[in-house]
């Protein structure tokens, strides 16, 4: 470098240096369950501190509880069908060692083939059973190939797209698309049936008409999931079919493996 460039270096250095390396981004102070959900009633609040968290089904004419501190997208997720049934769930999930950054979240519940047997009450058998008998991520809507559960991420992607087939115990084999999003202080994780959902030989959803949405974020409590499905199902099948149960106990396993997941006890 010519000696007569250093000086001018050091100065635009000395001016400018400061500000480039002191843009980093801020730290996000946690919230309290108490600015997303204001209007928790007592039992409500327990239940969703409790193992088993907070569950509510509704029918047509559905009122989800009032939430003003979570994003309208979270809240306008059911506006793309028109559901006969909702189930929402309210969980939040205490630390194992202290607070957990979005990416290890993000990679906690990124082992689909974890989802594999796990285990379900059967009023009808009279014991525990496993909700899906198999699962695993596949390539595509279209290529069913059977692909491993990626290692760790360092970083959490802004967005991202998986396949997933699960065997399931009522609806055999299932296939689901799942959009991960991140948010401003979270993430959500949509799933969406992309195959119709049949009992036996009879169509009981169809291609598109369950939707489930999961959104994590860490407050100074735990780990908030907050759960909002729901389906279309015609007045046959929900005559035939407990549909807010058979939603909600495919809920439960899926969140007792995600916190499992958050726990590490994949």
């Not at 205490?94 to 990124?110: F, H, K, Q, T």
């Not at 994780?189 to 169509?203: A, E, G, K, T």
Request: proline share 7%; glycine share 6%.
């Amino acid at each position: 470098m010519p000696k007569k460039t250093i000086p001018v270096f050091f100065i635009l250095f000395s001016c400018f240096g400061f500000f480039l390396f002191s843009q980093v981004t801020p730290v996000v102070p946690l919230r309290s369950i108490n600015e997303i959900f204001p209007y928790l009633d007592e039992g409500t609040r327990e239940r969703a501190f409790s193992a088993g968290g907070h569950f509510a089904s509704y029918g047509e004419d559905y009122q989800i509880m009032n939430a003003p501190g979570l994003d309208p997208q979270i809240r306008s997720f059911l506006a793309g069908i028109e559901p006969s049934v909702v189930v929402e769930c309210l969980l939040v999930v205490p630390y194992s060692s202290g607070p957990m950054e979005l990416v290890d979240i993000y990679n906690a519940i990124r082992h689909i083939r974890a989802l594999k047997g796990r285990l379900y009450p059967s009023q009808s058998r009279g014991t525990a059973v496993p909700l899906f008998e198999d699962a695993t991520r596949i390539s595509s809507t279209r290529r069913t190939s059977t692909l491993e559960d990626p290692p760790p991420r360092e970083a959490m992607p802004d967005s991202e797209t998986i396949y997933i087939r699960l065997k399931d115990t009522n609806f055999g084999n299932s296939y689901y698309r799942a959009e991960i999003e991140q948010k401003s202080r979270g993430f959500t994780y949509n799933l969406s049936n992309n195959r119709d959902l049949s009992y036996i030989v009879f169509p009981v959803i169809k291609s598109g008409r369950f939707i489930a949405q999961f959104y994590f974020e860490p407050l100074i409590e735990g780990i908030l999931v907050y759960c909002l499905s729901g389906a279309e199902v015609s007045d046959f099948v929900a005559s035939k079919v407990d549909m807010p149960s058979a939603i909600q106990k495919r809920l439960e396993v899926i969140l007792s493996w995600a916190i499992d997941g958050m726990s590490g006890r994949l």
